[in-house]
């Protein structure tokens, strides 16, 4: 069965540090998205991904965080210097064309620690 | 703006013990309702889905139906086991957002007892 593949499944890094979390979507799903997950705390969403563009993201997703689709599979989410508050479970998220039900298809998660 | 809220836990249940995490939603428009399942150390695992008014989603004994008049999609199963104990979230995909991104619950710790 097609799935999401994320990595780093885990990453610590230090304070002020550039991380980049890398993902794997279902190969002909169009749309894409990143989700992250503070210890404890609900799932939030922070961006989505259409067609080469941003297109939509939430106050979380500020000037420190940039997401690219470097080539045809990859999707990656950027955090230019990380601070501690940082530190969250990151999933990332896609969804075909024809998902009448929006359904999304999540990965494991890539695990950031910063200290 | 459109939300989900579930009810706060843990929920702490013996082993065969029936269960219900509830989860009522604020949505304009149709959503899709989703329960989604994290195990300790790990990512989250779609449980049950529905999509339209009185669909009701099931999986692995697990059971949701989607009420449009009382804006609820509680989840239910009649005989939890140890190897249910995890946190389940209540999820909707926004109708309004042309990008389909889903609305989270802030989830509900299960921890079933042997």
């Known amino acids: 069965e097609p799935e999401v593949t994320q990595t780093p499944s885990h990453q610590v890094t230090q304070m002020g540090q550039e991380v980049i979390l890398r993902c794997v979507p279902i190969?002909?799903?169009?749309?894409f998205y990143w989700y992250r997950q503070i210890l404890g705390q609900k799932v939030e969403f922070l961006v989505s991904f259409y067609n080469n563009e941003i297109s939509e993201k939430s106050e979380i997703f500020d000037d420190q965080f940039s997401v690219e689709r470097p080539d045809g599979s990859n999707f990656t989410l950027k955090i230019r210097s990380t601070k501690l508050e940082d530190s969250a479970m990151y999933f990332c998220a896609s969804r075909g064309r024809n998902s009448g039900t929006g359904e999304l298809f999540f990965g494991e998660g890539s695990r950031l620690t910063v200290l | 703006g459109n939300s989900v809220t579930q009810m706060e836990g843990p929920v702490t249940l013996s082993e065969e013990a029936f269960l219900t995490i509830n989860c009522t939603y604020t949505?304009?428009?149709?959503?899709?309702l989703f329960w989604y399942v994290q195990y300790p150390g790990e990512g989250l695992q779609l449980l049950l889905k529905?999509?339209?008014?009185?669909d009701k989603g099931s999986n692995k004994g697990f059971e949701a139906t989607y009420r449009k008049e009382t804006t609820s999609f509680h989840l239910e199963k009649g005989s939890v086991q140890v190897s249910d104990s995890a946190v389940y979230f209540c999820a909707l995909s926004d109708p309004t957002s042309g990008t389909y991104k889903y609305i989270f619950g802030t989830g509900t710790r299960l921890k079933v007892l042997a």
């Open positions: 529905a999509t339209k008014a009185d």
């Open positions: 190969s002909n799903h169009l749309y």
């Open positions: 949505a304009t428009g149709y959503p899709s």
